[in-house]
Each structure stands twice: as structure tokens, then as C-alpha cells.
């Protein structure tokens, strides 16, 4: 298509709940605009090309296409969809495409209804003044014909919005996916911007590539953007050149120049990871006064955990492979640091629990790393006696006891919705897990909005889990950071032969403290294999031991060889054996597995 006017352009994001069926819709639109033919469609969900994408059955990035259309009326349109993630975890990613975007589609499945995680991604949508359609997915479904008249009306609570602008589809079986394009090109309105004014654009993601070093994702706000012009980036005020720029197709397709309302990419030879910074805006050289486009804030990690190569030697190639990592996905932070037990490694920022394991995963299959994590911790606030402030996300770095005023923990506002059933189970769940209940309501007459307050630490390690398991999948959890609390929290050592082992070691709730010392310890009889001598793990609060087991030894039988005989003959083999295991004991090298390092995820409350 040539010749098309900012009038034209419309671009759009799908924002939806995980599992209702967004990135099997974004392969209909495809299909439906011929952007990808039925033959071409070789897999389904082919926007998420990663391996553990298309496993796990989430959308982990956010992927952008343009497609042509051609309305019911015979105008031509140019269509920027932003396919983003669904699970809490990956909501940095959600917010990024809706920065870039005019309008939303808001799924829901016509089965399982509002949930939580479509709750507040809409409330983001709405932050940035899009414009919302509501879609109902999945009516073709038989259990669909009692839910879908409670859907409606869910979602007319919601959004406010009338009967008639519900757009219904089952995005499996391709039905009513003009009805979408139809109410994308109606109602979402064109891109407002200037083509004539300076430039300015704003990165929503960014890639590497082998051969092209950095490839850059942007939406054009204002003016134009060509080849081999002279760009700063305004966060990093770094100057590049630009070598290529076009729009982004299944592959990339280079056009030469992107003009304002459009959403593309560009190269420009950026070698340094730390450059292209998502959320930052781009100017021409020239403009010195360029104004950056609102929206662009640091992350902030909320789960920490520790990488280190299995093999010290490994160092810099884990390095080099995290670096290139984080250029794809923001919203993980670095930093190196080192432990006594795995010596030197990486201090990593993460979302979330299962955007930790995606991480961890992503390391082994794509660039072959060979890596131990220890257990995740969250990031407390020290108040120490002389009034300063400190952050630590490492129980090593927490200060000597008598430095120490008061520790502060992170809480969250967490939002549950679940059948009504299921309250009783869910609400000792909560109160297990230190929680506060702030407030109930009803949704539907058969779904409940439950409203806690938590320790973040309280819901990083299992609580999604015990959640799905106690509502058998239908609860949905969506949760955002409150504030900091002071709370009588304590350091938990492991000492394995009365030597410390920092990648063990954890803050907990005092109350909790004695329990989880004595099942972490049985925990990690069962994972250490057993040595030539005997291993004693300890678990302690400072100076004082509050738990205690033994990995018996692997014992050489040394009285086989004595056939009768005097008694003292016998004692002097066994004494010597003793002596011996005592010098190896002293000298020995325990080690550990990987498993051990994460048996605190595996303690059942």
C-alpha cells in the first residue's frame, strides 16, 4: 500500500487475562489481512515464536506486526498490532506497547469471565486514554451458552460501555474477525502528530542481533525518521548514525524511513547493551531542546536471586549472555556479587517468581549456560541506629544486629477472583501468609473480588501455586506494591560442619523462624548426598542454633576382615577409622547441589 496519510494508521494493542485466547486472535488478524497465509501458519501462535512460549502456553514478549486492510467500504488501513503478555509478572512489557498504542482490544474468555490480571491491565489502558473494544472470545465453546450473558454484563460493569459494543468471536474457529478489523478502523482513533515538527520517538523494545548489534523497536511521535541520520538518545545521550529503518512485518521489512504515527525499527550499529534504554525517546542531533516523551520509568524489580556459572571459569561467559539478555527483556537489573559457597556470580532483579524461572530457563536453552540460582529473596529497607537508610536484597549484606533500629518488608495490595465457594479456603491461605483482608465484593452472583494485604515475601515463593491448587484453576491473582512495613524480621543461617553458607541463608518472620529452621534442615538431609564423613547442618538465628540434623557418614565396613579375635583388635581398627574421619571431616569439601539451593521453595507450610 502507498500513499496512505497518518489518517489511515491505526495502532492497537490486545490486552486480555492469560489463557483467553489473545495470541491465538493475533494469528486470525494475520490470516484474516493476509499478512500470513493458512499455508504459511505451520504452528499455532505465531506471534510467540520462543520455545517456551509456545511449552508453557503464555506470551512471555511483547511482539509487534503491521498488517494492510482493506475495509467494508473499499478505504485502505495500515494496522500496528502490539501482541503483549498476560501474567502479572510481565505487566513492564504491557505497559511499554500500551505507551506506543491508540486503542485496546480487551479480551475475555466467554467461559471463565473478568479475572484479575484483565482488571488491571485495563486500568492501565485507561491511564493512557486508549480506546477500549471490548471482545468476548471463545462463544463457540458448549459451556459458553449459560456464561456468556454473566460475561456481559461483567464487562458492562467494568468499562461502562454498551451491549451493542461487545464484539463476540471464537478466535479458534475464526468467527467474527471482520467484525474486529471492522470496529478497530471505526472506533480506534488515527495517531495525533506532527510530521513537520522535530523528530521524537519512543523505544517500547529493542533486540539483539548477531550481526546488526541492536535493533531498535520505535513509535514515531513527531516527525520523521531516515537512514543515515545523526540520533541521540535522551536518557543516555549517546549519538548513533542510522544504517536501516523500516516497519516490522513477520520479518523486517526496510522501507528507509519511518514517518510520524507509524511504529518500526532501526539499526545503527549499537554495540553497548546499556544504550538503548526502553522507554527512552529519540531526537535528531540538531534539536538540543527535544522534549522527552512522557512515560519512560526505571524498573522495579521485586524478587532477587543470585546466578553463578556451575563452572568458575564459565564468569564471563554468563556475563556477556546476560547482558544480551536484558537488552531484550527491560525489566531485568544485574549487578556482580560473590559467595563463600559459589564464589563469583550475579545479584538479579526480577518481576516475579515465574519471570525468574523464564529467565533461568532462557540462559540454559538459548545461550547453553550451565548456572546454580540460590533462593529468591525481595529487596527490605534497614533503618540502622545512626538513622540511615539501606537496601539490601542479599541477607549477606544485612548489617551486625547492634547496627540495626528496625527491618522493613515490602507489602503488596494483592486482588483475588474467585468463585464464591472457595472463599473460606482462600482467605486462611491469606491469613496463613501474614495477610490482611481489606475488602470483598462481588463481580457476579457466583464470583468474588477479594482484596488483601501481604508481605511480598509471603507470596514470591509458592503462594500462585497453593492459590491454583486450593481453587483448582479458577482463582486469579493480580497484585502491585503498597509500601513498606516495619516487621520483627530475623536472618536464618544454614551451617553446614559449623561453617556458614551465605547462598543458604534467608530473612523470615521470627514467629516462623524456629519452623522453617527445622524443615529446611530436614529438607537439606535429603538433598545432600552422603560424604566419606558425617555432615552436620544447623540452622541459627546470630549466635543461638535453633535446629539441627546429621547426613550420616558412608562407612567402610573394617571389621569384616576379623574373624573372632580379641575384642582390642577390633577397637583399635575402629578408633583408627574414627581419627580418620575426623581429619577428612576438617578438610573435606561438601558438595552441594543445585537442589539444595532452592529446597526452601519445596517447604510445605
Not at 493512557?128 to 458448549?142: Q, T
Not at 523497536?217 to 535522551?234: A, Q, S, T, Y
Not at 538465628?541 to 547426613?551: E, S, W, Y
Amino acid at each position: 500500500m502507498i500513499n496512505l496519510t497518518m489518517k489511515e494508521f491505526r495502532n492497537f494493542c490486545i490486552i486480555a487475562h492469560i489463557d483467553h485466547g489473545k495470541s491465538t486472535l493475533a494469528d486470525r488478524l494475520l490470516e484474516k489481512t493476509g499478512r500470513v497465509s493458512k499455508r504459511d501458519m505451520v504452528m499455532n501462535q505465531i506471534l510467540d515464536d520462543n520455545p517456551l512460549e509456545q511449552e508453557r502456553g503464555i506470551t512471555i514478549k511483547l511482539h509487534a506486526i503491521q498488517m494492510d486492510y482493506t475495509a467494508l467500504d473499499g478505504k485502505e488501513y495500515v494496522l500496528n498490532l502490539i501482541d503483549t503478555p498476560g501474567h502479572v509478572d510481565f505487566s513492564y512489557e504491557v505497559s511499554r506497547s500500551l505507551a506506543a498504542c491508540e486503542g485496546a482490544l480487551l479480551i475475555v474468555d466467554a467461559t471463565q469471565g473478568v479475572e484479575a490480571q484483565t482488571i488491571s491491565n485495563l486500568y492501565l489502558a485507561i491511564e493512557n486514554d486508549l480506546e477500549i473494544i471490548p471482545v468476548i472470545n471463545k462463544i463457540d465453546l458448549p459451556s459458553a451458552v449459560t456464561t456468556i450473558e454473566s460475561v456481559k454484563q461483567q464487562i458492562i460493569d467494568l468499562i461502562g460501555c454498551k451491549e451493542e459494543d461487545i464484539v463476540y468471536t471464537s478466535a479458534k474457529q475464526g468467527i467474527g474477525i471482520e467484525d474486529i478489523l471492522e470496529n478497530i478502523v471505526k472506533r480506534i482513533p488515527a495517531p495525533v502528530a506532527n510530521i513537520d515538527a522535530p523528530l521524537r520517538a519512543l523505544i517500547y523494545d529493542s533486540i539483539f542481533d548477531a550481526y546488526r548489534g541492536v535493533v531498535v523497536n520505535v513509535r514515531i511521535f513527531d516527525g520523521v525518521l531516515r537512514e543515515n541520520e545523526k540520533i541521540r538518545f535522551l536518557q543516555s545521550e549517546k549519538v548513533y548514525e542510522t544504517e536501516e529503518v523500516g516497519t516490522l512485518f513477520l520479518k523486517r521489512n526496510r522501507t528507509g524511513i519511518l514517518e510520524a504515527g507509524n511504529v518500526g525499527y532501526f539499526t545503527a550499529s549499537i554495540r553497548s547493551l546499556h544504550d538503548t534504554k526502553v522507554g527512552d525517546t529519540i531526537a535528531h542531533i540538531n534539536n538540543p531542546h527535544a522534549i522527552p516523551i512522557e512515560g519512560f520509568r526505571e524498573v522495579k524489580p521485586m524478587v532477587f536471586s543470585g546466578i553463578y556459572p556451575a563452572n568458575s571459569d564459565d564468569f564471563e561467559s554468563l556475563r556477556e549472555s546476560i547482558a544480551k539478555l536484558v537488552l531484550n527483556d527491560a525489566a531485568i537489573t544485574y549487578e556482580p556479587e560473590t559467595s563463600s559457597a559459589l564464589g563469583f556470580g550475579f545479584r538479579c532483579g526480577f518481576l516475579g517468581l515465574l519471570h525468574m524461572e523464564i529467565v533461568q530457563e532462557r540462559l540454559e536453552r538459548e545461550f547453553k549456560e550451565n548456572i546454580v540460582t540460590t533462593v529468591p529473596n525481595v529487596r527490605y529497607k534497614v533503618i540502622k541506629t545512626d538513622q540511615t537508610e539501606e537496601y539490601i536484597d542479599n541477607p549477606a549484606q544485612l548489617p551486625p544486629l547492634v547496627k540495626i533500629k528496625e527491618i522493613q518488608e515490602p507489602f503488596i495490595k494483592a486482588q483475588i477472583i474467585v468463585p464464591d465457594n472457595y472463599i473460606g479456603a482462600i482467605m486462611k491461605l491469606c491469613m496463613d501468609r501474614r495477610g490482611k483482608h481489606l475488602n470483598t465484593a462481588y463481580i457476579s452472583t457466583t464470583r468474588v473480588d477479594l482484596t488483601f494485604e501481604l508481605p511480598l515475601a509471603e507470596v514470591v515463593f509458592d503462594f500462585y501455586d497453593k492459590l491454583k491448587s486450593i481453587s483448582r484453576g479458577y482463582a486469579s491473582l493480580d497484585y502491585e506494591f503498597t509500601e513498606y512495613k516495619a516487621e520483627d524480621l530475623v536472618k536464618l543461617d544454614i551451617l553446614l560442619n559449623n561453617e556458614l553458607t551465605d547462598a543458604l541463608s534467608s530473612i523470615v518472620h521470627r514467629s516462623k523462624s524456629y519452623d522453617w529452621g527445622r524443615k529446611l534442615c530436614s529438607k537439606l538431609k535429603e538433598l545432600i548426598p552422603r560424604q566419606m564423613f558425617e555432615v552436620a547442618i544447623q540452622a541459627s538465628i546470630g549466635a543461638k542454633i535453633i535446629a539441627r540434623t546429621n547426613v550420616q557418614a558412608m562407612r567402610k565396613n573394617v571389621l569384616a576382615k576379623c574373624y573372632g579375635g580379641d575384642i582390642s583388635r577390633k577397637r583399635k581398627l575402629l578408633e583408627k577409622q574414627k581419627e580418620g574421619k575426623k581429619r577428612m571431616k576438617q578438610v573435606g569439601n561438601i558438595e552441594i547441589p543445585q537442589e539444595a539451593f532452592l529446597a526452601i521453595l519445596s517447604i510445605d507450610d
